[in-house]
């Protein structure tokens, strides 16, 4: 049985473009309730065949969308398969090299950020496996597929999140922090030097807000603080620093941004 999935984007037929799921309760909220101008026509964002509706924000509840229980997602789409668990991750992660994670992130950023029809990378035309947000796990001797899940860091970073694995991805500005060694738990020989890399997100009014930060260990990142990068982490949620969360890669470099 397949979990409902969440989708923070969608595919709109009218454009051709990935739209955003704060984009439609905008449009509920300044049109008294009136979606006609998506609904029906939003697709999944990666297969874009999978037919998806909105259900308004309550007091209760965020806002989301979901599948049509009568359309399907095409084969390889991600969204067919149960989400993976922080273990099945981490031990898939075991079995593959530190250039097969930098290939599956780079493979996942050109999925999640050049989207639209533009550049047209449907995943119609990939082979079946190719998805790099599915990855292969084993239950007892037999292979089952699972799905990453994704999440862009323009969302929310709640704490109901702590502790599952994702690709975070997004379009982001960075800053190096060096860390202080008292930071460490004095768990830090002295005189070594550690870095976070700082990840600020667009907000909806064009300025740039602090969002979270990657603990780098010794990697001090080169990085210009006036670009806006692409970038992809593998790995979860730490609140141990306190509201605002921090993320934790699931291994040495499973991040990248270019
Ligand atoms: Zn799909």
New binding site residues.
Partial sequence: MVKRKQYNDFYFINDGRIHTLAEVQERYEKNNGDISFFQGRM????????ILSFTHKTSRCREYLSKEPSSS??DN????YDYASKKQIIEYVETISEDQIQDRLESALNMLMNRDSSVDISIKSQTQGDNPLIIKSFNGGNSIKRTIPRKSLSMWLDKEYEDKVFIFYGKVKLKVEPVKQAEQEGRVEPFEEFFKLLIYTKRRDGTWGYKTKVFRGRIEDKIDENKEYDIAILGYLDFSYGRTPEIKMVKYNSLLYR
């Fill in positions: 697709r999944c964002p990666e297969c874009k065949e999978a997602h095409l789409c991600s969204y067919n």
